[in-house]
């Protein structure tokens, strides 16, 4: 069985930095892509940004690109996310996310393993 377990995460200022953490146990997932996705109150849960297996591939949803940072670490099993100038609109539940199969970044229903979920608040 895998778990994600997160950390990192918190409350902040308009601007500041952050960095969310992510680690596998229980399997090696160094084969598998990684991602990270948020859910805002009242809003569905959606892709922020990912990463393929060997780490030379990243993606990232508009709304996040040239200020958020995905990376991982295959060694330790870990998946990060750096997040830079941050925003109110990125106030949300953060969850990294493995999945294994060739299925789009953006649908949720290809992951196969998720983490717990960490909350992220941004104030103006």
């Known amino acids: 069985q895998v778990q994600l377990v997160q950390s990192g995460g918190g409350l902040l200022q308009a601007g500041g930095s952050l960095r969310l953490s992510c680690a596998a146990s229980?399997?090696?997932?160094?084969?598998?892509?990684m991602a990270w996705f948020r859910q805002a109150p009242g809003n569905e849960r959606e892709f922020v940004a990912g990463?393929?297996?060997?780490?030379?591939?990243?993606y990232y949803a508009d709304s996040v690109k040239g200020r958020f940072t995905i990376s991982r670490d295959n060694a330790k099993m870990t998946v990060a996310l750096q997040m830079n100038s941050l925003k109110p609109e990125d106030t949300a539940v953060y969850y990294c996310?493995?999945?294994?199969?060739?299925?789009?970044?953006?649908?949720?229903?290809?992951?196969?393993?998720w983490g717990q979920g960490t909350q992220v608040t941004v104030s103006s």
């Open positions: 229980g399997r090696s997932l160094s084969s598998a892509a």
């Open positions: 996310a493995a999945k294994t199969k060739a299925t789009s970044w953006t649908d949720r229903q290809g992951y196969d393993y």
């Open positions: 990463i393929g297996w060997m780490g030379h591939s990243t």
